[in-house]
Structure formats: structure tokens, C-alpha cells
């Protein structure tokens, strides 16, 4: 049973524009949600987290909704650039457990 | 400031012979370290995670096995490889009881099993 989802396997999106990845998580007891960045053949690097008990967490062009009683976090990333073009991965934990991650959204972030 | 070393960078092996991929890391003690591996369309699988010297917690049976001799070295092994051992195996480090559970990726060893 899959306790953290990304739907979207990969997403294409315009320089300047938006991009918007989604997760979605069946775990209600998790409490800490990150969002990590992987370019290929390299191991992937903290990009922004968020605490259950808080509803937007911002860093930069970076910013994390997250939308308990749906389930559902986003990372919106504002203005996309080309440098933004990677896979990213949503992971949770509870507590100071293990991480849970999705399995990816591969952005595109065309010139 | 801390770093975490993986190594080989790329790795490949005949189906049947033995495996050992080493991690170390340096700038931190009594890190928890852990094993990934990313195999195509699965994500980030969890495969040990280490919390001191010789304790491991298995999150996935299957024919790998990972040892921690020393605090900051993390070693993950096979003794007969399967195509299906094939993927991108990652290496991660945390503070214990880290405020955040922001873990620190290494670079990644790719092994491709014949």
C-alpha cells in the first residue's frame, strides 16, 4: 500500500510560468512533509519541508501548501526556470521516523 | 561542515556473484544512516536503515543485507545478485532525533546486474 502518491509521473511547464506538483498521503498519523529535488545519476537534495502544523511554508521561488484535511501537499515553484528541470520526490514521516516517499514527478522547464 | 561518500559511482555485475557497496560519513557522530534504492517507476524504496553501531532494521525482505562496523560507515551487501538487484542505490544520513528529518543524500552508486 502506497502511503505517499504522486500521481503525476512527470510535468511539462514553461519558463516563467508555474509549476505545480502534487502529493497526496494516506498516513494521517504523518506530521513532517519534505520535498526533495533529483537531477540524474546524483542522489537528491532537500529542497523544503513543512510541519503538519503549519499550512504554507516559503523559501525563495519554493513554497509548500499543505492541506491536512485533504490529504494533499503542493510545492509551487514561481517563476519556473530550466535549472528547475529534475525529478522531485514528496516523502513523509511521523515523528522522527523513517521518510516515505512518492515516486516522482519528473519536471520539464522549457526555454 | 559534513560530508557522505559513496563508492562506486557505477557498478556491473554478472547475475550470482557478490556485492558491496561502502558509505561513509564525515563531520557528524552516531548518524542514522540508511539504504535506498531507485529502480525505475518505483521511486525511493527504503531497503535498511541504522540508528548505531550494529543495528539494522530491514524494511524490505530480500537478498541484500547491510552492516554498520563503525559509527559513521554503512555497508550494503549481496551475496548472489539478481537482474532484478539492478538500480540506483542511494546512501542518506541524519542527525539523531535531527530536528526536521532532512536527510542528506550521497551521490549514488548505479549498478547494473547481467
Known amino acids: 500500500d502506497q502511503q505517499v502518491k504522486q500521481n503525476s509521473p512527470s510535468l511539462s511547464v514553461q519558463e516563467g510560468r508555474i509549476s505545480i506538483l502534487n502529493c497526496d498521503y494516506t498516513?494521517?498519523?504523518?506530521?513532517?512533509f519534505l520535498w526533495y529535488k533529483k537531477y540524474p545519476a546524483e542522489g537528491p537534495t532537500f529542497l523544503i519541508s513543512?510541519?503538519?502544523?503549519?499550512d504554507k511554508n516559503e523559501d525563495g521561488r519554493f513554497t509548500v501548501f499543505l492541506n491536512k484535511s485533504a490529504k494533499h501537499l503542493s510545492l509551487h515553484i514561481v517563476p519556473s526556470q530550466p535549472g528547475d528541470s529534475a525529478v522531485y520526490f514528496c516523502a513523509a514521516t511521523e515523528g522522527y521516523s523513517t521518510l516515505t516517499f512518492g515516486k516522482g514527478t519528473m519536471l520539464l522547464v522549457s526555454p | 561542515s559534513q560530508t557522505i561518500h559513496q563508492w562506486p559511482a557505477t557498478l556491473v555485475q554478472p547475475v550470482g556473484s557478490p556485492l558491496s557497496l561502502e558509505c561513509t560519513v564525515e563531520?557528524?557522530?552516531?548518524?542514522?544512516l540508511y539504504w535506498y534504492r531507485q529502480a525505475a517507476g518505483r521511486g525511493l524504496q527504503l531497503l535498511f536503515y541504522?540508528?548505531?553501531?550494529?543495528?539494522i532494521s530491514s524494511e524490505v525482505p530480500q537478498n541484500l543485507s547491510a552492516s554498520r562496523p563503525q559509527d559513521r560507515q554503512f555497508i550494503l551487501s549481496s551475496k548472489k545478485l539478481l537482474l532484478s538487484d539492478s538500480g540506483f542505490y542511494l546512501c542518506a544520513w541524519t542527525m539523531t532525533g535531527g530536528d526536521g528529518n532532512e536527510q542528506y543524500f550521497g551521490p549514488g552508486t548505479r549498478l547494473t546486474v547481467t
Open positions: 563531520g557528524t557522530s552516531n548518524p542514522n
Open positions: 541504522s540508528v548505531g553501531i550494529g543495528q
Open positions: 513543512i510541519s503538519s502544523i503549519k
Open positions: 498516513n494521517s498519523m504523518f506530521d513532517y
